[in-house]
């Protein structure tokens, strides 16, 4: 029986910088509080979008669902790595966020 193959992780205090950073939290989580440049799919959504060629970085709020998702795009031959601390970690460390209604970003 095969075992699922633990993903790749990387804090983000650690993402190298140009990272491709892939959102995978739901709309009112994004739109609340996300990072500059990233793309937003949420969870099961158009991965035909995602280079193929790079790494792609996964975040969600707390690294737990970007975690799935990771496993599922390398399941899939992409070289993905979750943010193990995801958006959370991400505000604490006080990197950049934006919000989509212009007001202060938080993590929702």
């Known amino acids: 029986m ?3 193959v633990a993903a790749p992780e ?4 650690d993402l190298p910088a140009g990272a491709f950073l892939l959102d995978v939290r739901e709309d009112d989580e994004w739109a609340a509080g996300h990072a500059p440049g990233a793309l937003h799919i ?11 060629d790079r790494e792609v970085y996964v975040i ?3 690294g737990n669902r970007s ?5 599922a795009l390398v399941g899939a031959g ?3 790595i979750n943010v193990a601390d ?4 991400w505000a604490v460390a006080g990197r950049p966020m934006l919000s ?5 970003p938080f993590v929702a």
Do not use: F, I, K, W
């Open 60 to 62: 969600c709020r707390t």
């Open 42 to 52: 949420r969870l099961g959504g158009r991965t035909a979008e995602l280079p193929g």
């Open 86 to 89: 995801g958006m959370t970690g």
């Open 78 to 80: 992409l070289h993905a």
């Open 10 to 13: 990387v804090l983000s205090t």
């Open 100 to 104: 989509e209604d212009g007001g202060e």
């Open 67 to 71: 975690a799935y998702a990771t496993q």
């Open 2 to 4: 095969n075992q699922p």
